[in-house]
C-alpha cells in the first residue's frame, strides 16, 4: 500500500521568509499529488494538484509545488510566505489505476506553518 | 466553488449511544462520498468510500457494524457510530466528489465526537 511522509510536524517562520515542505511518498506506481491546506476553523481546501505533464505545478496563493519522480517527493515551496499562510498543510496521493481507481486520498502526517508578523 | 456541509460541528454524549453525522454536497452531485478519521496530531485516515446507492467500501479495520455508512442519494451521506464508547471520540470528516475517476474531492468542516 502507498504511504505519504511529511518531514516536519511544524515549521515557524517570519513574514516574508521562503517556504518548503517536504513530501515523499512510496509507490513505484503512476500517481497523483496533491496538497491541502486546512487554516485555523475551517476545512481543508485543495492548494494545488498534479496529475501529469509539468512536473513544476502553481497552486493558488502564490504556492508551487514540484514532483520529482526520481526522489519520490512533492515539495511545497512559497517564495515569501504571508502571516495570514498560517496554517495546516497535508500532501497527499492517490494512485492513478487507469481511471478505475475512485482516487482514495492517502494523507501525510501534516505540518503545522506558523507565521509570525 | 464546491461546498459541503457537515453536521453537527460537535458532538458530545454518553457511552452507549448511537450518533449520526450528516455529509451534505451542496451545490453539486456527489457521486461518491468519503469518511474519514483524525485522531490528535494525526493524519485523516480513510474509513470507507461510499458510491450513492451502493453499500459502502470498508478500509481494513473498520468494523461496518460499528460505522454504518449510507448514501441513499447523490447529495447526503450519513455515517452513523453505534453504541459509541470513549475510544471512538474522534474528529470525523466527510468529503465528496463529483463523477469518477481521479478528481479532487471537496471537505466538510469536520465533527468533533466526544463520548463521554
Known amino acids: 500500500a ?27 506506481g503512476t500517481v497523483n499529488l496533491f ?31 514540484e514532483f520529482i519522480k526520481s526522489k519520490f517527493s512533492f515539495n511545497l515551496r512559497k517564495p515569501s510566505v504571508q502571516w495570514s499562510d498560517t ?5 497527499a496521493v492517490t494512485i492513478d489505476a487507469g481511471g478505475t481507481s475512485y482516487g482514495k486520498l492517502t494523507f501525510g502526517q501534516g505540518t503545522i506553518l506558523t507565521v509570525h508578523p | 466553488g ?14 452507549g449511544t448511537s450518533v449520526k453525522i450528516e455529509c451534505r454536497s451542496l451545490d453539486f452531485q456527489a457521486t461518491t462520498m468519503f469518511w474519514y478519521r483524525q485522531f490528535p496530531k ?60 481521479v478528481q479532487p474531492q471537496h471537505f466538510g468542516d469536520g465533527t468533533r465526537l466526544s463520548i463521554l
Open chain 1, 35 to 65: 496538497w491541502y491546506v486546512q487554516y485555523p476553523g475551517q476545512h481543508l481546501q485543495l492548494l494545488l494538484k498534479y496529475f501529469s505533464g509539468d512536473p513544476l505545478v502553481k497552486g493558488i496563493k502564490g504556492f508551487e509545488a
Open chain 1, 87 to 91: 496554517a495546516e498543510y497535508f500532501c
Open chain 2, 42 to 101: 494525526q493524519s485523516l485516515m480513510l474509513m470507507a468510500t461510499s458510491n450513492e446507492g451502493s453499500k459502502a467500501t470498508y478500509e481494513q479495520g473498520v468494523e461496518k457494524d460499528k460505522f454504518l455508512i449510507n448514501h441513499a442519494s447523490l447529495t447526503l451521506s450519513t455515517l452513523t457510530v453505534t453504541s459509541a464508547h470513549p475510544e471512538d471520540s474522534s474528529f470525523y470528516i466527510c468529503s465528496a466528489r463529483a463523477g469518477t475517476g
Open chain 2, 2 to 15: 464546491a461546498v459541503v456541509s457537515q453536521h453537527p460541528s460537535r458532538v458530545i454524549c454518553k457511552s
Open chain 1, 2 to 28: 502507498q504511504s505519504v511522509s511529511q518531514h516536519n510536524h511544524h515549521v515557524i517562520l517570519s513574514e516574508a521568509a521562503s517556504l518548503e515542505l517536504g513530501c515523499n511518498y512510496s509507490y513505484g
